[in-house]
């Protein structure tokens, strides 16, 4: 069986870990190949080197950000590579995806990561329609329950619904959590992994932390990640008392090692799936605390495994911020909690052989049609 993974990727985030975390568990009965869309900018991608280690891969080239010249290309490589199913990950890659798969005569499988709520009409526009070509897929298969909810409401028949829980590879985390040592700090270390886009709500965090750095200076803000709203945030930080121990990293290969380092970890997301972030900050045993939104409650429980504050609420947010600070038992055991709750319930291997069991499936239901 040979699957195509299709990304239109503009780094090296959540969605492509878990492209390589899937990619990587399947057995050896499955050939997995990948393609890209290269995009001004993107022509050295993260994800492109590190698949190479698990099977081929491909690239096709776009005139800007959306390209429908794309179709025919990708239906000509699925041909030409002997490609039996097409996985798309992202409103663009689902669009494209869904067509050429319907060029080329083969089966279609779409996993929703995640919403953007874009304020940009043109996104807005493309995001829709990235929804509406779900319902033209074979199955589409949300990362969350949440997901699955909001998934249901754009007319896409039942029997086309999938769920299968979010799994990640958390054997590279464990080797770097080996590795923390409790030498002493200058600074707390408060910390955020993910893409600089809207929905992540980043600003939430910098207001945070600079009404608790008005308070004491005994910590610092690093930022990992990269996307369209970092250079407004920047720029917003450079406004703040805090400014000089805010630090906006960008993507780094040394992630990992940087997020064992956090003290703390902080999301203010207004709409999630299940962020793999967060599953990665779990799993190196750093407290978290979020906002109480779908998807981040299905990896943390409120004072079993990490804080949750109501959405927007800023004040109980920096309370949160300060306890986990301040009162070490209470964030090793929620930590430890949490690490304990993602080893068991998110394996990237039960994943991958339930993802197996699908694509066997679809593949059996189109030789008997």
Not at 41 to 55: D, H, N, S, Y
Not at 188 to 195: C, D, E
Request: overall charge negative; glycine content about 6%.
């Amino acid at each position: 069986m040979k699957v195509l993974q299709f990304i239109c990727s503009t780094g090296f985030y959540g969605a492509e870990r878990w492209v390589l975390a899937l990619s990587k568990h399947l057995p050896d009965s499955v050939s997995s190949e990948l393609v890209v869309t290269l995009e001004p900018g993107t022509e050295e991608l993260e994800l492109v080197k590190q698949f190479k280690a698990i099977g081929k891969t491909h690239h096709i080239p776009m005139q800007g950000r959306f390209d429908l010249r794309a179709v025919s290309k990708l239906a000509d490589l699925i041909q030409e590579q002997d490609i039996d199913i097409i996985h798309t990950h992202g409103y663009k890659s689902d669009i494209l995806g869904v067509m050429a798969a319907r060029k080329a005569g083969i089966p279609c499988v779409v996993t929703p990561h995640g919403f953007e709520n874009a304020a940009d009409l043109k996104l807005r526009l493309f995001i829709w329609l990235g929804c509406q070509s779900m319902r033209f897929a074979d199955k589409v298969v949300p990362l969350s329950k949440q997901l699955m909810s909001d998934v249901e409401k754009f007319n896409i028949s039942p029997d086309k619904l999938e769920y299968i829980q979010n799994g990640v590879d958390l054997s590279e985390v464990e080797a770097v959590r080996q590795t923390k040592t409790d030498k002493p700090k200058e600074k707390k270390t408060i910390g955020f992994v993910g893409q600089m886009i809207s929905r992540k709500n980043i600003k939430a965090i910098l207001d945070c932390f600079e009404s608790l750095y008005k308070k004491r200076q005994d910590i610092e803000l690093v930022l990992l990640g990269d996307g369209e709203d970092r250079p407004s945030l920047e720029t917003y930080s450079k406004t703040l008392a805090s400014a000089s121990d805010i630090h906006f990293l960008g993507f780094r290969n040394d992630r990992l090692q940087l997020l064992r380092d956090f003290d703390l970890f902080v999301m203010t997301s207004t709409l999630e799936g299940i962020p793999r972030c967060l599953m990665e900050a779990c799993a190196m045993e750093i407290p978290v605390s979020a906002y109480d939104i779908a998807g981040i409650d299905q990896l943390i429980t409120h004072n079993e495994s990490g804080l949750l504050a109501p959405l927007h609420n800023s004040k109980q947010l920096e309370k949160d911020w300060e306890r986990l600070l301040d009162d070490k038992a209470l964030a090793t055991s929620l930590a430890q909690n949490s690490k304990s709750f993602v080893e068991a319930n998110f394996s990237a291997k039960r994943m991958a052989d339930e993802y197996l069991e699908l694509f066997e499936g679809i593949l059996k239901e189109s030789v008997n049609a």
